[in-house]
């Protein structure tokens, strides 16, 4: 029993859940937490770079907004007539256009022309001097960046607005609490903004200094900025809502825009960092990345410096995620493969019974399968499909090679067919056709001459003609004959199938103008060059081309396309197809099977010989390529040309390739 098949495969199958099991419960409890942590901060500070980038944006947005409003001439002439209703009606539709918490005007001299809110027409008492707008005034030059506001600039700008938000020290530099803050002067306090200004010059280029537009956005209280960001880096659905990473705004140490939550489920305003990480972050200015216990929860955090656009470290961005994310994932972790391990053990047993009937019986089945192929025998039983994925591939694979077999027999036995065919027409044109073109050469002479003469009469002269034309019509297809049967040698040179393509169009222009069809070429970019019998392939090409424009009305279409494709018959070999499409009449699905056949043609009698395609299958064949045709009767034809870079040695071709009814023309 020891020595059993059965036995073995139960004790190897109890082996491996054993081990597996232990070697990841190692992995899981011990090695793979570490290197999860490190990857997490990698993450959170790729993500505070993401986020820095939306931070930026919004200041690009808000620049952007006043840029456009100071093209207007109407603000422009407003400004200049210090019209003063118009001016406020402006900056209040661009400000609500644009999300704008605050927005004015200021002159060249600094004081506030007039703004949004409650007092948009300032008083005669003495302003506060408005940091964006004396920056641009002083460079005369775009500015557009953070800005720190003191809660007296933002009392006389919007009593309102700052009687919403919370101001903090513009210097902190303790931990002491927020109600302990609340009793510094309001000099002292102040409000982080995002903010651009732009001057207005007489000129639009240069010129007098006319004023100033500023405007921006709070961010002490805002929610938008760090919901954009924890939409856009960490969307919904990828984690549970209320384990999202979540972002950070400081003004000094203070949190005046977040969406960390408090022990409430408040957004945790107000909050400060550690000491740690200030003098990291706003005394260093580094990067930071920790892992702090902050609130209730302990988080792995990165920090970054925000200055302002004097160039001073006025706050700070963060990015925080959940360690317990990770920690969750290393229990899960292990519970996940201690079960794996106790199921794997109680499947192995069962496996082991079931491995020889899912394996052996198959693989009995393919055996005598292989046997009958071998015999010749090209439909052999298989038996069912196995439900092991790898034992139905194995069986698909074996009926996949029956099939190409079969197809490959089916293609040998059209090719020698179609080989005799043209072998025992070419021995009878060898034959023949010397021996008829003599006589006929003397016939043709001897009726032109006849025709010269003038003493003949109208009625023996049109009876002479219909003989001159018939017997040039024998010659024709003597010259077909001669053509088809000939074992001409190939002249090969270096060609390039573009050029080829177009000096065989410029051979059919003049008739294709006259008959009023459009001839289109769509050049295939970077095909390399061909060694071919250059005359040969232009011959092809020729005649195809011919064909399409007999059977395409005035109007319509012929399209040639060259590109780089596989072979259909040899997978895997490169070569160019040069599909030439007609808008054309079609060819009936009967005919398709005849279509490349010595005589057979669909025109009317005396307009083809019915060899042109079978001379050209030919030559396609001896440089190793293969001629298909699709075509859906009056809906038009495509002939596919495909020629090997390098020729194959004894490739077979398909007699037509594949020829397919269903596939419209044109």
Known sequence: ??????????????????????????????????????????????????????????????KVALEITILGEGFRFSLIQRDIPDLIDRLERMSVHSELDFAGIVTNSGSTLCRIGENSIPGDNVQPENPIAQHAINHRLKTAGTVVLSKTFMAHENPELSGRIQFYPMEHNNQDTIAQDTTADDEKKACLAIAAAIPIFAQRTNGELIGILYGGILLNQSTGIVDLVQKSVFPVGIQKETSLPTASIFFDTFRVATNMLDENGNRAIGTQVSGEVKEQVLVRGNQWTTREFCLTDRYIATYKPIEDIFGKRVGMSSIAILESNYSTIQRNFILFFIMATFIGTMIAIGMGFLLVYRILVPVHHLVKASQAVSDGYLNPEIG????????????????????????????????????????????????????IN?????????????????????????????????TD??????????????????????????????????????QALVKGVSVQFNRGENLPMFVLDRSQIQSVLLNIMINALDATEPSGLIEITTIAALSANDTGH?????????????IASDNLDKLFEPFFST??????????????????????????????????????????????????IDKQGEQNADFSRG
């Open 1 to 62: 029993m020891f020595h059993s098949k059965r036995f073995r495969l139960i004790a190897g199958f109890l082996i491996v859940p054993f081990f597996a099991g232990g070697i990841f419960l190692f992995i899981g409890g011990y090695l793979l937490f570490h290197p999860m942590v490190q990857e997490s901060a990698k993450q959170v500070r790729l993500s505070l770079n993401a986020a820095d980038n939306i931070y930026n944006a919004q200041i690009k947005y808000v």
């Open 384 to 435: 069912p499909v196995s439900k092991d994925p790898e034992i139905a591939l194995l069986q698909k694979t074996f009926k996949d090679m029956v099939e190409s077999m079969k197809r490959r027999r089916m293609a040998s036995q059209s090719q020698i067919l179609q080989s005799e065919k043209q072998a025992s027409v070419g021995r009878l044109a060898a034959g023949v056709a010397h021996e």
């Open 438 to 470: 003599n006589p006929l050469t003397g016939v043709l002479t001897y009726t032109h001459m006849l025709l010269r003469r003038k003493d003949i009469t109208d009625d023996i002269r049109s009876d002479l003609q219909v003989v001159a034309e018939s």
């Open 473 to 510: 019509r024998v010659r024709k297809i003597v010259k077909g004959l001669l053509d088809f049967s000939r074992q001409t040698k190939l002249d090969p040179e270096t060609a390039d199938i573009n050029r080829l393509v177009d000096a065989t169009i410029k051979l059919i222009e003049n």
């Open 574 to 586: 490169r070569g160019v197809e040069i599909i030439i499409s007609d808008s054309g009449c079609g």
């Open 603 to 652: 025109k009317e009698v005396g307009k083809g010989t019915g060899l042109g395609l079978s001379v050209s299958f030919g030559i396609v064949k001896e440089h190793g390529g293969n001629i298909r045709v699709q075509s859906e009767e009056g809906k038009g034809t495509k002939f596919f040309v495909w020629l090997p870079i390098d020729k194959p040695k004894d490739q077979p």
